[in-house]
């Protein structure tokens, strides 16, 4: 059987405590470009990059970050059994204070990718729930990416390319359009000449739409202090004799709060495409494109819209190569030529092209002959229909250009439960369960290049991760696979609070499918399977089984979150 839906809600003696969003911003790139012999874009050696965690109630705009007692920072690079805790001060990283309580910044001084491929870090906050009394433990991480192009060997004239730290910036504000925080309304201009930084050799020049901006307009930078419009624009132009002008544009975006509030994103799985130095060759040779939408503080969901693509022979000027013919959840794009220097993609609001609702840019570098990179990826789309289909992954080990054999093969399916001591290895991190002839889901193929997952495998949208060893070493990539069919929705109705510790409450699960209750009497093969976390997360010994069931106040203590898993 396979877990189709699943749902929970938090009991307490006192008041329910309440739901935490966390997010951690970077103040430069997390795509750091190596050239293969010393130079690192950006160079966080002179540019440190500085992390910052977020914090958000569910349903309030404002950033309490600064009000949590603690704040805790973690290391994990690949094939480490564990994350490991930063405590002090190195000459790597700096902890930064903020504010008077237990928040800190991470800065990061040192070109720590210089022997690795990729860094997660991880930050974790204690909250307190000023109703409850209860301290809330929340989690977020981000991961630190290095591309290695090569420079030997290189013919002919550098190609030049423009890229903003951040394109699209979605600022929050009230129903009235009143803006309450304008954190992450800023972005930095970058002009590559071959994988060297380049921007100081240029004049730069800002057209500003609806915004106010800190710094002058001759700045590569623009950091906007007020917005006052539903969108905003700040426009770069840069020139440089001998060279075509460069133009890029930032936008931004007012997300209103209320019961209507939308935030949308559009997801490419690649940073930049690299092309190899006979110029014959992309890595990755395509690019997969999907979208997302989130309303008010529910958790995000697939969003079916219209996409086009377009390439550019100079990194200015943009010719349409695709658009959707239909609304469509992901595509594949393969670029028509070896010759171009960037691709925009553009997502659209459902229905058509009449709106853009967000664009990013993916520019070209040339790839070095010795970098190593896993392509994972769903060769005849990452969709199943119907609970129908099935869905191929697989990984594709590139050294250079060069299509080459791994000696081993591991997949994982994403759940958070699992861990490198349980239900994952060393080799998978936390959050992803090895898939094995204990564990598979139906899933075949797991210990090669590529596996096939049947549809009843997939619970909405599934992400898969391959671990492959080339030459002795670790690399890892990960796609995403979608059921293009109504997801399932588990909403368990009942009381949430006890009082004193004494009496019962009575909780029911109801399935919910584009809207309408399936199952609403339990006799359609669904089983539902009843957990308690506690305060810690740790599962506590309570296991019940049934569409309806009863809780008694001392099966918590304190608070516990009860959790449903439907299967069928």
């Known amino acids: 059987m396979a877990i189709v839906a699943s749902g929970q809600i938090t009991l307490t003696d006192l008041n329910d405590t309440k739901q935490l969003m966390m997010y951690i911003g970077a103040s430069q790139s997390r795509t750091v470009v190596y050239d293969g012999l010393s130079s690192y874009t950006p160079d966080y050696s002179t540019s440190n990059q500085t992390l910052t965690p977020q914090l958000y109630i569910a349903g309030d705009n404002t950033n309490v970050a600064q009000d949590v007692s603690e704040c805790k920072w973690f290391y994990q690079d690949n094939g480490a059994n564990s994350p490991i805790e930063i405590t002090q001060n190195t000459e790597d990283y700096t902890l930064t204070s903020i504010g008077t309580k237990g928040l800190k910044s991470l800065v990061i001084k040192n070109n720590v990718l210089s022997s690795r491929t990729s860094m997660t870090y991880i930050c974790e906050l204690i909250y307190q729930d000023i109703e409850s009394g209860l301290n809330i433990t929340t989690k977020a991480e981000i991961e630190i990416v290095k591309i290695t192009n090569g420079l030997n060997g290189t013919s002919g004239k550098d190609a030049i390319v423009g890229v903003l730290t951040n394109e699209v910036a979605n600022v929050l504000s009230n129903s009235k359009g009143e803006v309450t925080s304008l954190e992450g309304a800023s972005t930095q201009l970058t002009i590559y000449k071959g994988v060297i930084d380049d921007t100081d050799n240029w004049t730069i020049s800002q057209t500003r739409q609806n915004v106010v901006v800190t710094e002058p307009m001759s700045s590569k930078t623009a950091t906007v202090t007020s917005l006052s419009a539903d969108v905003g624009k700040v426009i770069f132009k840069a020139t440089k004799s001998g060279y075509p002008e460069i133009t890029k544009v930032f936008t931004i975006n007012k997300v209103k709060s209320g019961e209507d509030a939308t935030s949308y994103n559009l997801i490419i799985d690649t940073p930049v495409l ?146 490198s001591t349980s239900g994952g290895d060393v080799d998978s991190g936390e959050g992803w369960r090895l898939l094995n002839d204990d564990y598979n889901m139906g899933i075949t193929g797991y210990t090669t290049s590529k596996i096939t997952i049947p549809a009843d495998a997939i619970s909405s949208t599934e992400a898969f991760k391959c671990v492959v060893v080339y030459n002795g070493n670790s690399y890892s990539g990960v796609t995403t696979v979608v059921d293009m069919t109504d997801p399932i929705i588990v909403r368990l109705d009942g009381m949430d609070k006890f009082k004193n510790g004494e009496g019962t409450i009575t909780v029911r699960a109801t399935l919910l499918q584009s809207g309408l209750e399936v199952d609403a009497s339990g006799t359609e093969g669904f089983m539902y399977e009843w957990f308690i976390y506690d305060a810690n997360n740790n599962k506590t010994s309570f296991y019940k089984k049934g569409k309806v069931i ?16 439907v299967n069928k």
């Open 274 to 419: 690299a092309l190899n130095q006979t110029k014959d060759s992309f890595n990755p040779m395509n690019i997969t494109v999907s979208a997302r939408m989130q309303v008010g503080s529910f958790e995000p969901f697939d969003y079916p819209t219209h996409f086009s693509v377009y390439e550019s022979v100079d990194g200015t000027n943009y010719v349409e190569k695709y658009v959707s013919s239909s609304d469509e959840y992901s595509f594949v794009y393969t670029p028509s030529s070896f010759e171009i220097k960037a691709l925009k993609v553009k997502m659209y609001l459902e229905g058509g092209t009449a709106t853009v609702i967000d664009e990013q840019v993916i520019p070209v570098v040339t790839d070095g002959a010795d970098a190593v990179y896993v392509n994972v990826w769903t060769p005849d789309g990452n969709a199943v229909k119907n609970d129908s289909d099935v869905v191929t992954a697989r990984a594709d080990v590139y050294n250079g250009v060069k299509v080459v054999s791994a000696s081993s093969y591991k997949w994982y399916i994403q759940d958070e439960s699992a861990s």
């Open 550 to 565: 009863t809780v008694n106040a001392t099966d918590i203590n304190g608070r516990g979150n009860l959790v449903c898993e």
